[in-house]
């Protein structure tokens, strides 16, 4: 895989921000601001300015903020609500209140989603064995 040097100009500000995780991380900047654009390239196409700044900021995370994200779930009753009115609206449709009901909690749950993959992406990253499907059980 061929490697291409690329030279950026950073605030004071964002580089004492990476600087500080690199300090955390006992890696060089290169390698963080490297690992954080790797990281964020997949997620540029995601539409939601705040999602995708989200996920950016992922990068930043210690490992075990990284499992906890990576094991994310809708909690127990938003799954059922989803359930509930996905069987509704096959049955007899939904209602206008009930169909913007529907679309928030799809939307979380891709949100969700997304943030588990990015969780697991970095983890792999950073050398851990993700291959394991029942590491990503919630915990509790």
Known sequence: MAVHPVTINLSESVY??????ADV???PVDEVVAEAVVA???I?????????????QMAYLND????????ATLS????QQLETLHDKQQRVGLTPGEQAQEEALRKLYRETLLVRAQAVALLQQRGYDVSDPRAFQPLG
């Open 16 to 21: 004492r921000q990476i600087k500080r995780a």
């Open 64 to 71: 075990a903020a990284l499992w906890k994200a990576a094991r």
């Open 40 to 42: 964020a390239a997949p």
């Open 76 to 79: 127990k009753e938003q799954r």
């Open 44 to 56: 540029m196409d995601i539409s939601t300015s705040s999602l995708r700044m989200e996920l950016a």
């Open 25 to 27: 991380v006992r890696r």
